[in-house]
């Protein structure tokens, strides 16, 4: 057993009582590797954001649960060496899917855990998520749950359909499960191919889709519900268009990438709303800085000629979601 606070770490209680009360939202990053924890710290401390580090399935499966732990405690350390005296950094275990993983994320110092039984009936999600929320606080580990289900793609999570969360089922829902947090489906989705182009309009100049705008009156229902209960939305990459066209015009094929406008979660971070989760925008500025590099720089070889322009990509794209997104610069000095 390990507690998360020897690490450094903190749970997300306090970060997300000041963000309601703020007007702004956490940050939740996912990471893979190195170079991407780097660019989250980085950006992280020298916007003084509270931050939240987040392991899928996926990332575990492909860089072992044990070495990113141990990744995270070094990033605390990294954070202070980068001036920042009083790191807010919260690891987090994001799509739990059984109780036995979120367990042994308890056990093994992650401050926070997701268990996502949004697939499962009303009844067995209540059940799933008491259990973990029993287990979990009895170490003051945090927990978010997920009401509603989202379409995409993200690592195992996948879904056809959305379904938007029933508002009428939130306060039973916080109530009976002693959840902290509450993962809510208004149409934000995971991967970097959010709506199908017949969901959409395309610009008539730039030939570019655009998206239909999410459930705000899902959102306010709920928040009327549930006052200052802390909100989540996942699926919230924007697929920045630069990116995209960097990525299609040096080797690469993605047509019809397309995200949440950033105007709108501006608006959501102003709300309950108080962690909102980007992943798939740090994978299209990784592949592509990586693919100028390969197409400008055919003799290169060395990884870090191109993962190190990946990084600096990536810190630009943190400081900018930080700084003009979210609205959590300066709230961990
Ligand atoms: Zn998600």
Known sequence: MVS???????????????????GYAIPAFNFNNMEQLQ???????????????????????????????????????????????????CLHLDHGDTFEVCKSCVDFGFSSVMIDGSSLPYEENIALTKKVVEYAHQYDVTVEAELGVLAGVEDDVQAEESHYTKPEEVIDFATRTGCDSLAISIGTSHGAYKFKPEQCTRDPQ???????????????????????FPIVLHGSS???????????????????????????????????????NIDSDSRLAFTAAVRKVFVEKPGEFDPRKYCG???????????HKIIEVLGSDGKAE
Request: proline content about 7%.
């Open 309 to 319: 322009p990946a990084r600096d990509e990536m810190t630009k794209l943190y400081k």
């Open 39 to 89: 660019a989250i710290i980085k950006a992280s401390a020298e916007t003084k954001s509270p931050v939240i580090l987040q392991v899928s399935k996926g990332a575990r499966n492909y860089a072992n649960q044990t070495l990113l732990r141990y990744m995270a405690q070094g990033a605390v350390e990294y954070a202070k060496e980068l001036g920042w005296e009083h790191p807010q950094i």
């Open 238 to 276: 924007s697929v920045p268009q630069e990116y995209v066209d960097i990525i299609n015009t040096h080797g690469g094929k993605m047509p019809d990438a397309v995200g949440i406008p950033e105007e709108q979660l501006r608006k959501a971070a102003k709300s309950a709303v108080c962690k909102i």
């Open 206 to 228: 730039t030939g570019k889709l655009v998206p239909p705008p999410l459930a705000f009156d899902v959102l306010d229902a709920i928040m009327e519900k549930l006052p200052g």
């Open 4 to 22: 998360y606070k020897e690490l450094g770490l903190v749970n997300t209680r306090e970060m997300f009582a000041k963000a309601i009360n703020g």
